[in-house]
């Protein structure tokens, strides 16, 4: 070790391993020496690869939900124009992946209550 360390005028950062001024590091009032253990361009680097990944999430979760979404109403439609709604309904639902079934089930069977309860509903104010 130098004798520059051993003063603390430097500090090696975790992630780059470089020897650096105390200057290009920041404060942290948790670690022993009061100095963060990872450089400020270290650090900017993992913030900016952070906040990238959680936008990517993000958009990620955005298409996932439209492409449910669509697919719902892909699937509502096709069932409003078929004579044999149960059959289509089958063959619709048997090409999804499992995790979406139970979902797009429920949904489904939600949105039949609702009709069924809209129909009744006119009915009764005839």
Do not use: W
């Not at 020496?33 to 993000?58: L, M």
């Not at 089958?90 to 992946?97: F, K, Y």
Request: hydrophobic share 35%; with cysteine.
């Amino acid at each position: 070790m130098s004798t520059l360390q051993e003063t603390k005028l430097v500090k090696i950062c975790k992630t780059c391993k470089e020897e650096k001024p105390i200057f290009e590091f920041t404060k942290d009032k948790n670690e022993k020496d009061g100095i963060n253990k990872y450089c400020r361009v270290c650090t900017n680097e993992r913030t900016i690869r952070t906040k990238q990944s959680i936008v990517q999430n993000h958009i990620a979760m955005r298409v996932q939900l439209l492409s449910l979404t669509n697919s719902r109403v892909a699937l509502l439609k096709s069932l409003l124009n078929t004579d044999t709604p149960k059959k289509n309904l089958e063959e619709a639902v048997s090409s999804l992946p499992e995790a979406s079934k139970k979902r797009i089930c429920s949904f489904i069977l939600s949105e039949i209550n609702r009709l069924i309860e809209m129909t009744e509903d006119k009915l009764l104010k005839k």
